[in-house]
């Protein structure tokens, strides 16, 4: 079985400051990683994945995720966040054999400030 | 594209009576999921089918709650009866088995008051 902790429940940042959001998993065989962006009021949003190949990967809107395998991570960055990043993000995982049941993170808020 | 669509967005009912939460999952999606959001519990998956057919359904939290899925473009989670511990926000998600990540891509959730 799978399990996700995000280590950290709120992370209150300033406008145009940095911001790294921490994930780490536990899984006895290979997985997929996902980001997801929940914004006041909406749905879950896919931020980011990684399936394999390059261990950084990129969202349009300038976040990044490095998948570290040694140390089962996973962590979110941005180097300059906006008011408008202000949301919930879910680290998620889903096992890379069978099944497609997505095991997520309990979620960490983004309260940007200006 | 459409996206994944809920239905009804916002739903106030009296304890005891009977709720029905709607979905219609992504056109081409074969796998539906349903899950719980609340401030104390977090997101929770309730049950999820693939190819119609429930495969998971060990986060149903008790008798009171039931889902189907009749087609694959359709599918409603019931409460019978309600309580006010059931207030949330209900997810469905959909995704493909055939896309090779089985990213899942969520509707905007049904928002659940019980009083």
């Known amino acids: 079985a799978q399990s996700v902790t995000q280590l950290d429940s709120q992370v209150p940042v300033f406008e145009e400051a940095p911001v790294e959001l921490r994930c780490n998993y536990s899984?006895?065989?290979?997985?997929?990683l996902f980001w997801y962006v929940q914004y006041p009021n909406q749905g879950l949003q896919l931020l980011l994945k990684?399936?394999?190949?390059?261990?950084l990967v990129e969202s349009i809107n300038g976040f990044e995720a490095e998948f570290n395998k040694s140390q089962t991570s996973f962590h979110l960055r941005k180097p300059s966040v906006h008011i408008s990043d202000t949301a919930e993000y879910f680290c998620a995982v889903r096992p890379g054999g069978a099944g497609n049941k997505l095991t997520f993170g309990g979620g960490t808020r983004v309260l940007v400030k200006p | 594209d459409a996206g994944v669509i809920q239905s009804p967005r916002h739903e106030v009912t009296e304890m005891g009576q009977e709720v029905t939460l709607r979905c219609k999952p992504i056109s081409g999606h074969n796998s539906l999921f349903w899950y719980r959001q609340t401030m104390m519990r977090g997101l929770e998956l309730l049950i999820y089918?693939?190819?119609?057919?429930?495969?998971?359904d060990s986060g149903m939290p008790e008798d009171r709650f039931s889902a189907k899925m009749p087609n694959a473009s359709f599918s409603t989670l019931k409460i019978q009866p309600s309580e006010p511990r059931d207030s949330a926000v209900y997810f469905c998600?959909?995704?493909?088995?055939?896309?090779?990540?089985?990213?899942?891509?969520f509707g905007p959730g049904t928002r659940l008051t019980v009083t």
């Open positions: 990684y399936l394999s190949g390059s261990t």
């Open positions: 998600a959909s995704s493909s088995t055939g896309s090779g990540a089985y990213e899942q891509y």
């Open positions: 899984s006895s065989v290979s997985v997929y």
């Open positions: 089918f693939n190819n119609n057919v429930p495969i998971d």
